[in-house]
């Protein structure tokens, strides 16, 4: 990759992004790298255990440039070995040859880039320390996960606690995208003096789609997950759809998204008796049809029983669309009185009352003052920003 000279060189490792058999993980980790792009030079290394069937080798290579971000894929084949030690031991030195193979693919040798960026702990956080120890090349961590809260008890393991907790010792900054996540990691002892919350990154479309004028009368309602009930609780929220279309006709619910439950929620309209005309799913939407869908409606509405800091409220946000949600994980540090509603988890009285006290005009939001705040700060120039002093700050440490 040709860098330039006055600009830091960063490198990417990434546990989550999206690639050839799925557009959507880590999404929120593409964005991040192309806000990155904006004032430094970015190469990304993402390794991918799939089949052998699906491989013409032990390991493939995929190159992509674009928004500026150089990325490599490496896709390796997944052991068969029938003694699950030896496979295990298999799996693991085929993801470091992976990685290997990613980073002389974007870097070549001698390694070229100031510091490592590592998005999702904990192995690749290894590597990054790794370099750190022999090349003195400092790292800044990402974390997105939801392992570490309470509710998910995911944070096991005596070999990866102590490990996790010497990368996040050594890293120069430590990042999440909310306080709850913070408070969660620094429970488990992950202790590191510079803990930073950093926003997840608005797809640029969504700044590009006009404010849209709504239906006095029939208010749309919005909602926007990845489909698994066991987290979104979609099932409480067609409950709730259904006792306000007992009572009243001036709405309509769109449900955008699929997943797992998809099927069965879709199923459970019927179930209920949801009248059609007041409920539809739409399946995945993406980019700019996503946007403007999001656009029509009034309002967002979130159910779940467990979060991090789900993007679709920012990108609600932008669109200067209020946000009705459970306050679990850190949505509570987005959502106040002037841009949406909270309910405690699992209410569905408390979010139905709310719900009906919105369509019968009982308090309202200033679109134009969300969407305005909203581009102030989930923009990939803001963000951008943010990430470049990160950088610099983890540079001067390390002299």
């Known amino acids: 990759m040709p860098f330039s000279n006055s600009r830091l060189k960063i490198l990417n490792l990434c546990r989550w992004y999206p690639n050839r058999y799925d557009p959507m993980p880590g999404l929120f980790i593409q964005r991040h790298a192309e806000a990155a792009a904006l004032y430094t030079d970015v190469s990304v290394v993402y390794t991918h255990m799939v089949s052998s069937e699906k491989l013409n080798g032990t390991y493939e290579i995929d190159f992509e440039e674009k928004n500026e971000v150089h990325t490599v894929r490496v896709y390796y084949q997944e052991p068969k070995a029938k003694i699950p030690f030896l496979n295990q031991v298999v799996k693991a030195w085929r993801f470091l040859k992976a990685n290997e193979i990613g980073i ?39 974390e997105h996960w939801t392992r570490y809260l309470n509710l998910k008890q995911r944070f096991k393991g005596f070999f990866r606690k102590v490990l996790t907790r010497k990368v996040v010792k050594h890293a120069a900054v430590v990042t999440a995208v909310s306080k709850d996540l913070i408070r969660a990691m620094q429970n488990h002892r992950l202790k590191n003096r510079d803990y930073r919350v950093i926003t997840n990154v608005v797809d640029p479309v969504f ?23 066991e987290q979104k609780n979609i099932s409480g ?53 996503l946007a403007e869908t999001m656009a029509k409606a009034d309002a967002l509405v979130l159910f779940s029983n467990y979060e991090n800091m789900p993007v679709v409220i920012n990108e609600s946000f932008v669109l200067g ?76 440490k390390n002299k």
């Open 104 to 142: 002389k693919a974007v870097s070549g040798s001698p390694l070229n880039f100031d510091l490592v960026h590592v998005h999702v702990l904990t192995r690749l956080g290894v590597i990054a320390l790794y370099f750190k120890w022999k090349y003195g090349i400092p790292f800044v961590i990402t």
């Open 321 to 396: 669309v209020p946000v009705f949600s459970t306050d679990v994980g850190g949505i509570a540090e987005m959502i106040n009185d002037k841009n949406g509603f909270l309910v405690a988890k699992g209410d569905e009285q408390s979010l139905k009352k709310a719900l009906n006290d919105f369509l019968d005009n009982k308090f309202s939001f200033d679109s134009d003052k969300i969407r305005e705040d909203a581009h102030n700060k989930f923009s990939r120039e803001a963000i951008g920003k943010d990430l470049l002093e990160i950088y610099q700050t983890a540079l001067k």
């Open 207 to 229: 700044f590009e789609t006009d404010y849209l004028q709504k239906n006095h009368y029939v208010k749309e309602l919005v909602h926007v997950s990845c489909f698994t009930d």
């Open 237 to 289: 929220l067609l409950r709730i759809v259904k006792a306000l279309s007992d009572k009243r006709d001036d709405f309509h619910f769109t449900f955008i998204g699929e997943g797992e439950d998809f099927d069965k929620l879709k199923n459970e309209v019927g179930r209920l008796t949801i009248p059609h005309e007041r409920i539809e799913f739409t399946g995945l939407l993406e980019g700019r049809l």
